[in-house]
């Protein structure tokens, strides 16, 4: 059989595709590729961990900043808001007088006598 | 063929694709690979940084690559974004390189690997999103000899990817069975199978392509 009409050297030859080859200049176009990616590669290989050492940095500045700086007033308590309380509600008196007992009258007289 | 392997380890690992174990036994050596043994030469040496080794290491498997790629894909700019995936992927792996398995079958394996992912990239994409530019030049009616390739195309689309590559690596490349299964991560006997089977689709075809051509 002629190899142009045996059916596998007819398929053998259609799969080698031996006349198809990447366009011209591929070669260049791979390297410059190749240096680009391990550019690339190299600059995140030590921009990570710069950037987690800048933030554990920045993180530990912060609680140094909090230790050294005047202790936080304490949180109010319950009582306090209940005599700030008090307070307003006496508030409104200051300008008037006090109601006075008879007994607290003369007491007030006998000291000023 | 005894491939000789620097030491008793028979795998070699490449980052992101696992490991690949070696051929020891080759069933059938149709091509002597001093290709492969020099690329293992030029991979170390552009691990220390010879930009020619690079150029050399290119130039030797550009074509291989991309023929495969073509022939798989039916497309040459896809085929040709493919093969320079592969450089890539190798140089980025060339300093964790160890010369333990065929060359070939090493960079092969990434080949196919990247193959299988444009297959996933293809199915999420739609059609019509195709450029057009990227489609291969239609087949000139008239000349019979691109009809039967046009035949040949739409048989070898037609059939699963694992009968297609393995019916190329087989016929390209010429490597053997334990080669091919090696590169597909499958059993030598589901490889010969696979080859069967696409061979036999493509006989159908050609075939039927005669017949019809006979009747016009």
Redesign the interface.
Known sequence: MKPENN??E???R?????S????PG??E???S??RR??TI?RFTKWILPLAACLAFAAVFMDLLKKDSSQPEPPAPVADQFAFDDILLLAEPLDETSPLLDEETLELFALLSE | MSILLPDSSPSFSFPGFGIISSMVESDNPSKPDADGDESQTLMLRIASGDDVALTLLINRWKNPLFRFFDRSLNNHADAEDLTQKVFVKLHAAVSRYKPKAKFSTYIFTIARRLLLDEFKRRSRRPEDLTDPLDIKSPIVHGNSRNELEGALEQCLAGIPENQRTALLLRVQRELSYSEIAEIMSASQAAVKTWIYRAREEARKSLSEFRKSNHET
Do not use: N
């Open positions: 059916p596998d007819l398929i053998d259609y799969l080698r595709d031996e198809a080859s990447p366009s591929f070669t176009q791979v390297i590729c190749t990616t391990s590669s």
